[in-house]
């Protein structure tokens, strides 16, 4: 089964620079819309406004899913998805998101099965009032994916990468939760990720799971699953 993984393509998924390739499973980790500082800092209502255009954004993000050459598609949220703070234009995207047959990953607890493959995680979500203020500002409180079952996954998607180069936007708390599962006999076999565009690429935790951040990346990821 072919995995085409994207993430961080921040509004720009249709420029020439992605190509498209038809796979079996279209994944995208988050980030695929764009803040827009200048409605933040230059208008009256400036919040409600951005909002509006990144909205605007998602669907035509969604737009593009829907047109992939792909026989499943799912999508998860990242810190650039400020839409979904409010709560209208998320009930608005999930509708189009079931319309179009795309899943949005975006339940931790639950797990969803295509083939035969086990996935399971979600993204983030957006702190627009205090944006980079802190090294945790986009990730889960502790305890976050332990709410995932004690069960065998094939593949987690997470919006963020887990601690592995040190850079302050990694999720240590991802790590210890990976390395945790290793020491129970229940490995994550592959992490699909993004956020760090610095720390692009493929690496290993453990020696039993490959992490590959797919930010920013124009070339799509393609991932073989033996499943």
Sequence with gaps: MDIIHLSDTHSHQDKVKVKVIPCDILIHTGDFCNID????NNRENSAAAEKLSNFTQAVKFLNWVEAYPARYKIITSGNHETFLNDIDLRTKFE????EKNVIFKDTVSEIIEIEGLKIAGAG???KIADYMTSKHAYFHNEGFYSQIPDEPIDILLSHVPPEVSGNQFECPDLEYW???RIKDGLSVPLVLCGHVHETKGTY????????????????????????
């Design 37 to 40: 500082f200048s409605l933040i």
């Design 95 to 98: 509708l189009m998101c079931k």
């Design 124 to 126: 983030s979500y957006p």
């Design 178 to 180: 990976l390395r945790e």
């Design 204 to 227: 290993t935790i453990g020696g039993l799971t490959k992490v590959i951040n797919s930010s920013y990346e124009f070339k799509p990821n393609i991932i073989v699953a033996t499943k």
